[in-house]
Each structure stands twice: as structure tokens, then as C-alpha cells.
């Protein structure tokens, strides 16, 4: 039986350090409120001791300018010390951008302000690497007219796109996984918005990864039952020590959701 | 003269880096073969991808790969492990994007997953229990429940049920690895697979097909 995923996000933000531009471990609240906790590689090596499903990397501010090499680097130096499948994504906007990131180490490359600005970029980067290889990411946010709306450029533009309807597109044009996430959720640990996560599981037929919200172990275990996701990814809730995968794997196992117990 | 130990087929598609690092891990030296004439020196080849089958079997034509992974792999009988897009190009013929022809060293068709409950998601990713073959090498000194890692919408549809060497199942049953004299291939991926995955890899290093 396939199993459902547990998936950390590793958020990366560029910091001057020393004369040079790197990548940083951070956390967010919202989009908006940033906290640099470590380095990227480093805390991968402790997800992949605690058996994670998956990892997600996202530069989270490298749709405002060109950073996609900053991103290569890091995913480079992973590669050589996690041997479990992970998804890279932020600022992608080419398909020699996509290429870099796959023969790099990257198993899936996540796509979102470029896919808004160019939806063939999806049909594009499918066409060439499989659908299994796009992700799309959709980060929403309520609106004051209390519509659901699609925003880009990591939270700072808003679209006119509904999250529901840009999926079904997004699976149309060929993507092959969801990752999407919820603004107003994100980094507050107050749970996942599993209303909006159970609408796009039920309008597209590519899995879906939920995410944004999770403060406790149940969270991921109702993204699942309730929302069935097929994987839930965090940042904020795995990137403080005194909770971690065992104890939401526990949790999950425990709610009758088939998931991997350990290696 | 053999020179490395593992030779990585680079035809310009595929995730080299990862199958590198990992077999460098288990301890193996390396060596990525950009030209046919590169795979006359190494002892065993690996054969990656990340695509579509009709690129895959276009480039590895294009670039002179087809008759030299012929010559090694079929003639001198060189031990070869297919991983993802790189074992579904060992099938006759492949439906993705079109009907091609791949490079016909298994009976089998490559088409896409189907499985019987429609609610099922497709692409297949994420991590699935294998049921596997005791007697197959790559799965030596495994419990009898391990899961791998997969990311696909096709697989290797096979006649002969003797090349089946471990399935998994989607609401039905699909090709998870395939196994013929010198060739083994995975349709997940080892060299992601976490523990398990490496110690397949390390079970690849170990084979002696002639031997056996």
C-alpha cells in the first residue's frame, strides 16, 4: 500500500554572511515575519536520521530577484548527504533552471510565480522531465470579499486565480503534485486550513500535499483523515527540537492512516 | 583494462548526481560515462532517468549509447542496474507521449498505471511496500516488509512473469524491479530509498551474475 507522507519544508532566505551571499535556515509567520534558524543542509541530515518521507527546499524570496544558483549550491551539498527523495523550489523560471535542479539532486521541482506569469511553463517543464518532476505550489490566502485567491511572488501579489480552479488547471497543463499552502495558516500552528485542502483533493486526481498550520501532531493526522491529503509538509512545527517526526508518526499511525513507521 | 567499478551511463537525462553520491557512499568508485567508449572500462554500469521514454531512447541513440550498451550489456553479458525511466527503457516498446521502441531486452510494454479503484492518485509517488523474490539478489538481508521510493505514471507491463522480480501494489499489481541474467533494474529508486535503498546498492556492488 502507498503510504502518506510526512513532508518537512526547509525555507531558505538570502543573508549576506561574510562578503557573500548565502543561504539560511528560517522559519515564517504568514509570509511576513522571517527567523533565521540554522543551515539548511545540517538540519536535512536530522530529518533524514528521523526518517522523513520527503524534504522540501524553497528559497523562499528568490522570486523577487534571480537566485536559482544560490538554490543549486545548497541542493548540491545536500545531494552528497541525504540519500530520500526531495522536491526544490523558488524562483524557478526556466527550463535550464528546472534542469539545474534535477541534475543537481533535486528528484521534483517545484514551480509557482513563473507558472502564474506562464502557465505553458508548466506543460513545458512537463513535456520535457514528466509530469512526475513538476510540482505545482499554490500559496492562498482569503480575500476581504471572502474569496480564496492564488497570490505570487511568496505572498506579496494578488492574483485573480482561485486555488481550486488554478489546480485543475495545473493538473490539465501537467503537473504531476499539489503543494499547496495556506498564507494566512502559515507558521501560526493553529492547524490547516482543511476545508480549501479537501476542495482541491476532490477537483484534481495528482496527489496533494497539504501545508501551512500545523502546531500539533494531530494536525497532520486530520490533514489526512479529514482533508485527505496525501502528504502534509511543515516548517515551522519541525524546526523547534521538542517536536519532531516520531512523535506525529505515532500520532498518525495512531488516527488508522497508513504511514511508514521507520526505515 | 576495467578501470572503476561502477559506471553511470550519462546521456544527458537522469539524476547522476544522486546515483553518484550514493554509490560513492556504499564505498564504490565511480566513474560517469559521457561516451560509449567509456563503458569498455568499467566493471559494472548503471543506467539512470528522469523523462519521457521517447527522449530517453532518442538521446541514448543520439549519442552512440544504443550499440555500446548492446555490445556490453548483451555480448560480454556486463551487469547493469536500470533504475526508473532507465529500466522502462529496457522494455520492446514504450506509450508515453507516443509509441517508441526502446532498447528491447525485456518482453514488455511500457504503459501507464491503471489502477482498478479510480480514486487513486496518479503519478505514483512516495513510498510503497515491495513484494519481492527471496531469491533475487538486490533484496539479500531484507525483513520481509520494506517500503521504496517511487515517482512514476508508467511501468513495465512484462510477458514473461519470470522477469518480475519484485512487485508493488496500486489497486492491482505493477512491475517494481525486473531481473534477467546480467541485467536488474528498479522501477523506484534505491539511491533515495533511504537504508534499505543503499543496502540494495551495496547487494549491486557485491553481484557476480557470471558467477551465479
Not at chain 1, 538554490?71 to 523550489?89: H, K, N, Q, T, W
Not at chain 1, 513535456?127 to 480575500?143: P, R, T
Request: hydrophobic share 40%; glycine share 10%; proline share 3%.
Amino acid at each position: 500500500m502507498l503510504k502518506k507522507r510526512i513532508i518537512p519544508k526547509l525555507q531558505l532566505k538570502a543573508r549576506r554572511i561574510g562578503g557573500k551571499t548565502r543561504l539560511v535556515l528560517v522559519t515564517s509567520i504568514k509570509f511576513s515575519e522571517y527567523i533565521e534558524i540554522g543551515d539548511a543542509v545540517s538540519q536535512a541530515k536530522i530529518y533524514q536520521s528521523q526518517a522523513a518521507d520527503e524534504l522540501i527546499f524553497v528559497d523562499i524570496d528568490a522570486s523577487l530577484d534571480d537566485k536559482v544558483n544560490l538554490l543549486v549550491d545548497v541542493i548540491r551539498s545536500a545531494a552528497e548527504e541525504i540519500f530520500m527523495p526531495f522536491c526544490v523550489g523558488g524562483g524557478v523560471k526556466t527550463i535550464d533552471d528546472f534542469r539545474a535542479l534535477l541534475l543537481n539532486g533535486a528528484d521534483k521541482v517545484s514551480i509557482n510565480t513563473s507558472a502564474v506569469d506562464n502557465p505553458d511553463f508548466i506543460n513545458e517543464a512537463s513535456g520535457m522531465f514528466g509530469a512526475q518532476c513538476v510540482v505545482l505550489s499554490i500559496d492562498f490566502k482569503k480575500s476581504r470579499d471572502g474569496n480564496y485567491r492564488v497570490w505570487t511572488n511568496c505572498g506579496t501579489k494578488e492574483t485573480s486565480l482561485d486555488p481550486v480552479e488554478w489546480s485543475v488547471e495545473g493538473e490539465k497543463r501537467g503537473a504531476g503534485e499539489i503543494l499547496l499552502t495556506s498564507i494566512d495558516r502559515d507558521g501560526t500552528r493553529s492547524g490547516l486550513d482543511i476545508e480549501t485542502v479537501k476542495r482541491v483533493v476532490d477537483s484534481v486526481s495528482i496527489p496533494v500535499i497539504a501545508s501551512g498550520g500545523c502546531g500539533l501532531a494531530s494536525h497532520f493526522a486530520e490533514g489526512f483523515t479529514k482533508g485527505r491529503a496525501d502528504a502534509v509538509s511543515a516548517g515551522t512545527y519541525f524546526s523547534f527540537k521538542d517536536e519532531n517526526l516520531m512523535q506525529v508518526r505515532s500520532q498518525v499511525k495512531n488516527a488508522g492512516v497508513p504511514i511508514r513507521l521507520h526505515l | 583494462m576495467k578501470m572503476a567499478t561502477i559506471g553511470i551511463v550519462d546521456y544527458g537525462m537522469g539524476n547522476i548526481l544522486s546515483v553518484k553520491n550514493a554509490f560513492e557512499y556504499c564505498g564504490a568508485g565511480v566513474e560517469v560515462c559521457s561516451s560509449p567508449e567509456n563503458l569498455k572500462v568499467v566493471e559494472k554500469l548503471v543506467l539512470p532517468g528522469v523523462g519521457a521514454f521517447g527522449d530517453c531512447i532518442k538521446n541514448i541513440k543520439e549519442r552512440g549509447f544504443k550499440d555500446a550498451l548492446d555490445e556490453e550489456v548483451i555480448k560480454k553479458k556486463t551487469p547493469i542496474l536500470g533504475i526508473c525511466l532507465g529500466m522502462q527503457v529496457m522494455a520492446k516498446k514504450g506509450y508515453e507521449n507516443g509509441e517508441n521502441e526502446g532498447l528491447g531486452w525485456f518482453d514488455a510494454e511500457v504503459v501507464r498505471i491503471e489502477p482498478a479503484d479510480k480514486k487513486l492518485r496518479i503519478p505514483h509517488v512516495g513510498w510503497n511496500d515491495l513484494d519481492f523474490r527471496e531469491d533475487c539478489f538486490l533484496f539479500r538481508g531484507m525483513p520481509e516488509h520494506i517500503d521504496a521510493y517511487f515517482v512514476h505514471s508508467y511501468y513495465m507491463k512484462c510477458v514473461n512473469k519470470s522477469d518480475i522480480a519484485a512487485s508493488f501494489d496500486y489497486s492491482g499489481s505493477f512491475t517494481a524491479a525486473v531481473m534477467k541474467g546480467n541485467i536488474i533494474a528498479t522501477q523506484f529508486h534505491p539511491e533515495k530509498s533511504q537504508d534499505y535503498g543503499r543496502k540494495m546498492l551495496e547487494n549491486f556492488i557485491a553481484w557476480n551474475p557470471k558467477s551465479a
